[in-house]
């Protein structure tokens, strides 16, 4: 291929209201504040990226990331696209903290990258399956909001359903067994996102026996430092243990292996960066450890770029993508069509398939 270079680094925010605030243990959000780049290459091609990052889970907010963002413009500019790891490395090496910025960087490059190549991303990566099924999430609502939403979600052909969990322990199960009366027959998946002790994790599973209730998964029942604590919890738990703020680099995936603490790794581009993913990935199938591919709050950009992740390695157990905007609010068009609970990639597309909205 001839050599092009990176012409023009753009940087732009994204902002949009959600129809209904975001709840999880850790925090609430309102509107998605995450950052686009756009990078255009001698060629005319551009390649975009998104930045989604989420503060109390990876320490960025909008203002951080468009700064760190910006001062990567110089670095950036110039370079030949087929470079893009080089360039993935070297900013690492500088802003190791700023991973949510960063994989909007390696995102821009690779959608640019493989445009050029004029194949999919997807197929970049392995191509294994064009088609990705997802679970749907219910957040911390009243009970009888949430067996409305199982109703309904369930209805729509959802066969999983995600809800949020440890602010209270009685809440969460009550939330719990009305999930389950409204879709009866829909597993359930629980993301604690810290909120538990590990002695309070394992009463908690407990309590869901005790209602014949039985989690598919358990995501980051303690605090993500506690590895000993999250390793209690798996030897007295009859649910898979998934390790998700507790990983955002290859050597936390070793940790994980190395302390036996989790069944389950929760990849998230935002926490990683897609190259440092595809390690954690090839790290957790060397050890026989599951993986999982979840989300922050992404656009269609984010989200396709980790649908393409998916069908590309073809080795995610656990799908977590579900997306939280209205499609008439929403930015881009493109990539992958979703029909609930299938994304499909089309197999006409170039790179990442996503074009900003006019």
């Given at each position: 291929m001839e050599r092009i270079k990176i012409i023009k680094v753009l940087i732009d925010p994204i902002n949009v209201a959600l129809d209904e605030p975001f709840r999880i243990a850790i925090g609430t959000k309102y509107s ?5 780049v756009t990078i255009v290459l001698s060629n005319g091609i551009e390649g975009y990226g998104e930045a989604a990052p989420l503060e109390p889970i990876n320490g960025e907010n909008q203002a951080t990331v468009l700064a ?121 998946t629980l993301d604690a996102n810290q909120g538990y002790s590990p002695v309070e994790a394992v009463h908690f599973l407990r309590e869901l026996e005790k209602n014949n209730i039985h989690p598919v998964l358990f995501e ?139």
């Amino acid at each position: 291929m001839e050599r092009i270079k990176i012409i023009k680094v753009l940087i732009d925010p994204i902002n949009v209201a959600l129809d209904e605030p975001f709840r999880i243990a850790i925090g609430t959000k309102y509107s998605i504040e995450n950052a686009l780049v756009t990078i255009v290459l001698s060629n005319g091609i551009e390649g975009y990226g998104e930045a989604a990052p989420l503060e109390p889970i990876n320490g960025e907010n909008q203002a951080t990331v468009l700064a760190t963002l910006n001062s990567c413009r110089d670095f950036l500019t110039g370079n030949d696209i087929s470079e893009y790891s080089a360039m993935a490395k070297k900013l690492k090496s500088v802003f190791w903290a700023q991973v949510t910025a960063r994989c909007a960087i390696e995102m821009a490059l690779l959608d640019a990258y493989t445009k050029c190549l004029d194949i999919p991303f997807y197929k970049f990566l392995g191509g294994s399956d064009n088609k990705v099924e997802t679970d749907y999430t219910i957040d911390i609502v009243a009970p009888d909001i949430a067996r409305i939403n199982a109703a309904k979600l369930s209805g729509k052909g959802y066969r999983i359903l995600k809800t949020k969990v440890g602010k209270n322990l009685t809440d969460d199960i009550d939330r719990i067994l009305a999930i389950r009366d409204g879709a009866p027959g829909c597993g359930i998946t629980l993301d604690a996102n810290q909120g538990y002790s590990p002695v309070e994790a394992v009463h908690f599973l407990r309590e869901l026996e005790k209602n014949n209730i039985h989690p598919v998964l358990f995501e980051q029942p303690v605090i993500k430092t506690d590895l000993a604590g999250m390793r209690f919890v798996k030897d007295h738990s009859f649910v898979p243990i998934a390790a998700d703020e507790s990983v955002f680099t290859s050597a936390d995936a070793i940790n994980i292996v190395r302390t036996g603490c989790a069944d389950v790794i929760n990849i998230k581009i935002m926490k990683s960066g897609i190259l440092e993913a595809i390690e954690i990935a090839t790290i957790a199938r060397a050890a026989n450890i599951k993986l999982m591919i979840g989300c922050m709050l992404e656009t269609k950009l984010g989200l396709g770029c980790s649908v393409s992740l998916v069908a590309g390695l073809g080795c995610f157990s656990y799908v977590d993508l579900d997306p939280h905007i209205d499609p008439e609010n929403e930015p881009f068009t493109g990539g992958p069509d979703y029909s609930a609970p299938y994304y499909t990639i089309p197999e006409d597309v170039s790179g990442l398939g996503i074009r900003r909205r006019q």
